[in-house]
């Protein structure tokens, strides 16, 4: 097992070939920017390809999330990969259809239940491909917070099953900011 250092570098060469591939080549698929050996180094930390592409694409697009929230979020699915054994697959992704509709609130919080059902998914690697953790919808949303993807994360992890701690972290964020 490579070093925390070690992975963390790999993981920056393989978004940056991820990037150029994107931006220099027109790739548009997983497969298009990741090679058999990117593919095979993602899975040996338990990063699905789509969830690395699915930040290529969106640095791509819009500049965000920076690298450092990328490495936070795959940081902490490897710690949860290497917690279930790391040498089972990733669990079978749950049907988008399953996930809360942006529309859906919790305690008064719009996107929350979407969003934890994400983070959620995506700990235990089950989000489906056609969703991210982290897209377009969950920067804003957390920003307004002053709430960052990997700590967001982190909140939904230590809080397990216990949406009203992540909505009481939120509120008391927002007061905060107040």
């Given at each position: 097992?490579?070093?925390?250092?070690?992975?963390?570098?790999?993981?920056?060469?393989?978004?940056?070939?991820?990037?150029?591939?994107?931006?220099?080549?027109?790739?548009?698929?997983?497969?298009?920017?990741?090679?058999?050996?990117?593919?095979?180094?993602?899975?040996?930390?338990?990063?699905p390809?789509?969830?690395?592409?699915?930040?290529?694409?969106?640095?791509c697009?819009?500049?965000?999330?920076?690298?450092?929230?990328?490495?936070?979020?795959?940081?902490?699915?490897?710690?949860?990969?290497?917690?279930?054994?790391?040498?089972?697959?990733?669990?079978?992704?749950?049907?988008?259809?399953?996930?809360?509709?942006?529309?859906?609130?919790?305690?008064?919080?719009?996107?929350?239940?979407?969003?934890?059902?994400?983070?959620?998914?995506?700990?235990?690697?089950?989000?489906?491909?056609?969703l991210?953790?982290?897209?377009?919808?969950?920067?804003?949303?957390?920003?307004?917070?002053?709430?960052?993807?990997?700590?967001?994360?982190?909140?939904?992890?230590?809080?397990g099953?216990?949406?009203?701690?992540?909505?009481?972290?939120?509120?008391?964020?927002?007061?905060?900011?107040?």
């Open positions: 097992m490579s070093t925390n250092g070690e992975w963390k570098a790999q993981l920056q060469a393989v978004f940056e070939r991820g990037v150029k591939a994107y931006d220099e080549m027109g790739a548009r698929l997983p497969s298009e920017c990741f090679g058999e050996e990117d593919s095979a180094f993602l899975a040996s930390i338990g990063c390809t789509q969830v690395l592409y699915d930040f290529v694409e969106d640095w697009w819009a500049k965000e999330p920076a690298f450092e929230e990328v490495v936070g979020v795959v940081s902490l699915r490897r710690e949860a990969y290497l917690a279930a054994g790391g040498d089972r697959a990733a669990g079978v992704p749950v049907p988008a259809s399953q996930f809360p509709p942006g529309t859906a609130s919790l305690e008064g919080i719009s996107w929350l239940p979407r969003i934890l059902a994400k983070a959620r998914a995506i700990l235990r690697g089950e989000l489906p491909p056609q991210m953790y982290g897209c377009g919808g969950d920067r804003p949303f957390l920003s307004t917070y002053g709430v960052g993807l990997a700590e967001f994360l982190e909140v939904v992890k230590r809080a099953g216990n949406d009203s701690a992540v909505a009481a972290f939120l509120k008391a964020r927002a007061q905060g900011r107040g």
